[in-house]
């Protein structure tokens, strides 16, 4: 059984910080390219960052310079560090595991992050 269990959410001030985290089990976690996605009400998941197998990270434009992905493959791991947040950060947290070959996507339940004073 694939699981993907989010933890670290909760509610934190604008200007705060937050470090989520990703523990994946049922999967060889070192062949996946590992990512968070995060999805305000009303709106569509959009994609946050992603560090793949190899190391190599991508952010969204709207959370370069704040937040940082990051993956300790001996803990099957990924960390979503998040500094200087801003309500509009508000989202439900998802992550994602990914393979090419074969190909494969899972996703985590997702965990709630609020930024609000």
């Known amino acids: 059984q694939v699981q993907l269990v989010e933890s670290g959410g909760g509610l934190v001030q604008p200007g705060g910080s937050l470090r989520l985290s990703c523990a994946a089990s049922?999967?060889?976690?070192?062949?996946?390219?590992m990512g968070w996605y995060r999805q305000a009400p009303g709106k569509q998941r959009e994609l946050v960052a992603t560090i793949a197998s190899n190391g190599i990270t991508n952010y969204a434009d709207s959370v370069k310079g704040r937040f940082t992905i990051s993956r300790d493959n001996a803990k099957n791991t990924v960390y979503l560090q998040m500094n200087s947040l801003k309500p509009e950060d508000t989202a439900v947290y998802y992550c994602?595991?990914?393979?090419?070959?074969?190909?494969?996507?899972?996703w985590g339940k997702g965990t709630l992050v609020t930024v609000s004073s």
């Open positions: 049922g999967i060889t976690f070192s062949r996946y390219d």
């Open positions: 994602h595991a990914e393979r090419a070959a074969p190909s494969l996507k899972y």
